[in-house]
């Protein structure tokens, strides 16, 4: 039975919330008066539905378009897996509880939902637009850009008007997704009312368009979704596709065994006081998943103790999130995946004692997005529990990505990221493990346990005539690095007690550093004696590694090896080698019969280019002159990284060779 009279939304939905625990109540709408009663699942015109499926299903119908559910307190209605996902596909509706004892049971044996994500695939409650045809895009889609243009006929055939809702993605694998809204249309060309928010959406990748049928201002809230009756693998709670303007809120989901609530290709909607608890019990789904979405924000979310991943956005963009707790996640704590300028500030992703577990991860193409105001501690996965990973292949081209003011403690690593993941800005970090960056570009400026500022990879580059002040050794006057000369000298200028880390400084009037190059000195000395005894092979005592185009093409490094010599019963000869990427650059041989000091030192220098260098130095040892040798040519290819090794090797394998200090300096031109 359709009822004439239509109730309006917000007038219900405040009065149902205002007086769900209370008496029965009279709400006057189109001249009509209609008295509630909450021991009944519904009440319009006089109508009372049973507090069943079947009378939630019918409530639905009757109350159709503009029309608000409520289920009372201390009730539960049971949805099976054998009887299928109770539906709306009408806009303006609600669904409104009473607070948690207000509740869904999911039960059967059955899934509802599984793991697609372009809502072909029901939740227990299903809220769902449609989606239409689709038409190719004539030319690449300009990042930032708000115009697309399709290709010709493309308008017509999909029926596209002003105010439509369309949805663009690609035939990947891993799509680029985004929704917007057409502003206007001139002959192929849409105007939208939002950006292009990939780079990635190109006619090589099958670019397109579709027009949507959303629905529009959803909303559900003050509700349990309880799933533990249900034994399916892969239940989802509450879906809600293509969906625009809605609202989900004042959730309580428990123990489904996929996500508890997933949106699904929306477009400006929200999440607020969200309460996961116990689901997504294997390693495949999220907690709560957005995928597709576009302008969704969320506040105040918790999930805990979920077997498989905790919340996750897929293919969003624009979307905002302030205030998320994840704890005991057993997989990805917070998931970004091919999702792209999304906003996050206040996140806290605590997984101690969860084996296998990693705290924010970035992946899959995931470009642009913002972290702010973050916490990751004890991600404890052996290779990959960082507090924030960015994968390698087959997950890469996560670039320009933005952490900042986030505290890391107690990971396997704090930060990961792989190589091809490229030019993100990891600012303010508190760590205190280890970080690993195979990617380019990668800057990480990190505050230590003692409260030392580091730049760990990365370089700060400083304009011409931009002055940078700060107070001089003595504390009596200010310094300012004042310019960048020419030949890239830095200049130095005012005050007195300037010091100059890592090298000598040439004073000018000014007192300002000329003619000299600024040393870089790299965390690469070592005074722990490393040993080698018990073998006559040439074995590497110690080794060190230079970086990938560190040296630039004109760079230089010195390095200056000491040791000392111990005979075991008849001593044979031993030899003492300095090498780069496996050359030879000098030998200490050494057959006497007492304990004797050696040393080497060497300056390699590039020239002119990354694959050729010179290089000289000299060796002495306690009984014998020195031994020196200069301007002797390379060719070894510095923009990969290469090794510098010291080796030694033993006619007797009794005697030992001791290597007491390594000491590198780079001089980067």
Sequence with gaps: MRLACRVCLVVLCFSLVAYSQGPPFSITSAGKTTTANFNNLIVLEGVKYPQTRAGLVSAISDAGSGGCVLIPANVTITISSTDGPVTWNQSNVCLLGSGPSSVIAVSGTGNFGGALRDGSAAGALQFSGSAGSTANLASNAVLGSNTVTLVAGSVAALGLAVGDVVFFDDTQSEPTQFTSRILSIAGETLTLADPVYADDLTTARGARVREVTPLRRIIVGNLRIDGSGNTGTDTTGIQLAYAMESIAFNLWLESMKGSAIRWVRGYYN????????????????????????????????????????????????????????????????????????????????????????????????????????????????????????????????????????????????????????????????????????????????????????????????????????????????????????????????????????????????????????????????????????????????????????????????????????????????????????????????????????????????????????????FVTKADSNDLSQGNTTLSVDTSVAKNITITGQLTNSGDTIHVDMVHLVYKLR
Excluded at 341 to 358: C, H, I, K, P, Q
Excluded at 564 to 575: A, L, S
């Design 270 to 617: 929200r999440s607020e006081k969200i309460h996961s608890v116990g689901n997504a019990t294997d390693n495949t789904t999220s907690s709560i998943e957005w995928v597709g979405e576009t302008a969704h924000q969320f506040s105040n979310i918790q999930s805990r103790q979920e077997v498989g991943f905790g919340p996750q956005f897929l293919y969003g963009a624009a979307n905002k999130g302030n205030g998320l707790y994840v704890a005991d996640a057993k997989q990805r704590g917070f998931k970004v995946r091919h999702s792209k300028f999304n906003v996050f500030s206040d996140l806290l992703v605590n997984n101690t004692g969860a084996a296998g577990a990693t705290g924010i991860v970035v992946s899959d193409g995931s470009k642009d997005n913002t972290f702010t105001g973050c916490q990751a501690v004890g991600n404890t996965e052996s290779g990959a529990g960082a507090g924030i990973w960015l994968p390698g292949s087959p997950n890469q081209d996560n670039d320009r990505n933005l952490f900042a003011n986030c505290r890391l403690a107690g990971n396997n690593e704090d930060i990961s990221i792989a190589s091809g993941s490229d030019d993100n800005q990891f600012l303010a970090i508190k760590a205190t493990g280890i970080i690993t960056n195979a990617g380019a570009r990668n800057f990480i400026q990190t505050v230590d346990s003692d409260g030392h500022f580091r730049i760990l990879s990365g370089q700060i580059r400083i304009p011409n005539d931009s002055p940078i002040l700060g107070r001089n050794a003595a504390g009596t006057g200010d310094v300012g690095i004042t310019k960048v000369q020419t030949d890239n000298v830095l200049g130095i200028g005012g005050g007195t007690g300037v010091r100059a880390y890592g090298g000598s400084v040439g004073l000018t009037e000014d007192n300002g550093l000329v003619n000299h190059r600024v040393l870089t000195r790299e965390a690469d000395d070592f005074t722990t004696r490393a040993s080698h005894t018990g073998t006559t092979a040439e074995t590497v005592i110690r080794s060190i590694t230079v970086p990938a185009n560190h040296l630039g093409t004109n760079g230089c490094f010195e390095v200056l090896v000491s040791g000392q010599i111990t005979n075991g019963g008849t001593p044979g000869q031993k030899d003492i080698r300095l090498k780069f990427d496996g050359n030879t650059l000098f030998t200490v041989t050494r057959s006497a019969t007492f304990q004797s000091a050696w040393t080497i030192r060497a300056t390699v220098c590039n020239r002119n280019a990354t694959n050729s260098q010179f290089y000289e130095g």
